[in-house]
């Protein structure tokens, strides 16, 4: 990673440090239980895996802080601790080797207890490692549990809220039940075995259950890596909701004028929408510059594979190849992410004239096709330091002879994100003032960026001025303590005027004389044409153009 990238990255780094700063520590409680241990185990800890080598490894703001690791076997066993998740990738995947470990045989009784216990022993240790730690080292004093288990999700989200109905469950944020579905069903094997299935009373006391002051929410998902994984990367999002992220102002809408009386609806006041945001990847900045994921199009240079020798040698153009075809109204722009770069035929002028033409000719043939069937191409390169680290990005085409390289989102940096459905139609009152907040902006048929003027010029004019007015300053002050005395600001210093003498003198004595007009008969020896020289060998113009007894500077 150049200097750039570096100040590029500190930079977003940063900006992010504001976020994430009510992150809760996390508890993951695996019920590994025979018969199912026998399916989850290689799909549970391959995502568990991957989800703690790209975790441990992100830079920037810290988004899991603590966690703690239960298996529910045989009988309950604390696999991990809370240790900081950010650099300790050797403990995770130690945890994960004694998950596959954990034997796929046998028979638990009374798992709804061990579950209990399970949530209780985190939460005492997690109120033992806060009264120990340094003040300020975790900004959360809460914790989440997460169960992962393959039983009947309601029947494990019930029992818990059963056995913890009278518990003391103050650091307790949320408690969430993950059920693991499998492709066939495994209810009828070892009946002896199941989790206690809760009477009919049980299911009509959910209004007391919510007296924990806690939430107990369930999730379903489906028993692939991919799945399990990305329901772990729901805890890399920021989990701050004390308040909205952003008011979006519309201008005044004419209807909620005449319709509202109330004053905060005046022709004053605009139509304030307050959102939420939220990330849809991880941001390539964030990992380590060896692994060079995503190769930046900011510029060119980032573009360009490094090239450590480059004396005597030429960069060799970078690859990029061509592997899917992709309709255009089938690639979401959250997809895409980062610069863009402009594609056009070289103009290279190592290439012959016929060359050029055919490849012109055949530049000219791609981007027709692919603007005229609203295609896009996927291209694929890779890091070229040996590493095998694959970027991939969308090609687009325009109205003109050149082609739009963009960056785009893969399986490693996507995060969960979840939608609200939005083919309802809005409620009519809602919509009738958003159109007429809407019917007051200007229309341009055209985005124009010349017409946007960012006062950048002024804002870095006047940093300019005062970085340069700063450093005079220290400069001075750093003179001023050197002579250690002051002197009268209207009697200039001692030995000033033979300072400016020397340097007046030094000026002249740099100062090239031009060179004197040359009589016809007298050539001077470097005078000869090219075709006069030996050949191969440049003509030169420099000190021969001189007499021999005339000095090129003063001494």
Aim: with cysteine.
């Amino acid at each position: 990673m150049n200097v750039r990238n570096r100040s590029c990255s500190s930079s977003i780094l940063q900006a992010c440090s504001s976020s994430f700063t009510r992150q809760p520590s996390r508890v993951l409680i695996v019920d590994a239980s025979p018969p199912w241990w026998s399916q989850t185990c290689p799909v549970l800890c391959q995502a568990l895996e991957n989800f703690f080598i790209l975790s441990s490894s992100l830079a920037g703001p810290v988004r899991l802080p603590l966690l703690s690791i239960f298996a529910i076997s045989v009988q309950l066993e604390c696999l991990l601790p809370f240790v900081h998740v950010k650099g300790n990738l050797t403990r995770l995947l130690s945890c994960v080797e004694e998950l596959r470990s954990l034997p796929r045989e046998g028979c638990v009784r009374q798992r709804g207890a061990l579950l209990k216990q399970a949530v209780l022993d985190s939460l005492q240790q997690f109120k033992q490692y806060m009264c120990h730690t340094a003040l300020g080292d975790i900004n959360s004093n809460c914790v989440e549990v997460t169960v992962l288990t393959c039983q009947s999700g309601e029947a494990v989200l019930k029992q818990l809220e059963k056995d913890l109905k009278n518990s003391d469950l103050m650091s307790l944020r949320r408690l969430l039940v993950i059920h693991i579905s499998l492709q066939q069903s495994l209810s009828d094997r070892s009946p002896t075995c199941s989790l206690d299935i809760p009477s009919s009373d049980d299911h009509n006391d959910h209004e007391e259950s919510l007296m924990l002051g806690t939430d107990m929410d369930l999730q379903q998902v489906e028993g692939t890596v991919l799945a399990v994984e990305n329901a772990l990367k729901m805890w890399l999002h920021e989990q701050g909701v004390d308040r909205e992220h952003l008011h979006l102002l519309l201008p005044p809408s004419l209807t909620a004028q005449g319709s509202t009386p109330n004053p905060a609806n005046s022709i004053s006041s605009p139509v304030c929408l307050k959102c939420d945001m939220q990330e849809r990847l991880l941001s390539p900045v964030l990992l380590p510059s060896t692994t060079n994921f995503g190769v930046r199009t900011e510029n060119m240079q980032d573009f360009q594979p490094p090239n450590k020798i480059r004396t005597n040698q030429s960069i060799l153009p970078k690859c990029l190849q061509v592997v899917k075809v992709l309709h255009a109204d089938g690639v979401c722009q959250s997809m895409l992410y980062g610069l863009p770069l402009i594609i056009r035929p070289t103009s290279c002028w190592q290439l012959d004239w016929d060359e050029m033409e055919s490849n012109h000719q055949m530049f000219h043939a791609l981007c027709h096709t692919l603007r005229t069937r609203d295609w896009f191409l996927m291209v694929r390169s890779e890091s070229g330091l040996g590493s095998g680290v694959l970027s991939y990005y969308i090609l687009q085409s325009s109205n003109s002879l050149s082609l739009l390289l963009k960056p785009v989102l893969t399986r490693e940096l996507m995060l969960p994100c979840s939608l609200l459905d939005s083919r309802e139609d809005p409620p009519p009152h809602a919509l009738s003032i958003v159109e007429s907040s809407l019917e007051q902006l200007e229309k341009d048929p055209v985005f124009n960026p010349l017409c946007l003027d960012t006062n950048l010029y002024v804002h870095l004019r006047m940093r300019g001025l005062l970085t340069r007015s700063s450093s005079s300053s220290q400069t001075f002050g750093a003179h001023g303590q050197g002579r250690g005395h002051r002197r009268d600001a209207s009697r200039p210093p001692e030995g000033s005027t033979q300072r400016q003498g020397r340097q007046s003198q030094s000026r002249v004595r740099a100062t090239v004389t031009p060179l004197a007009s040359t009589p016809p008969n007298k050539m001077p020896r470097s005078s000869l044409t090219p075709s006069h020289s030996r050949p191969g060998a440049p003509a030169l113009f420099f000190q021969d153009s001189y007499e021999e007894d005339e000095p090129l500077m003063s001494k």
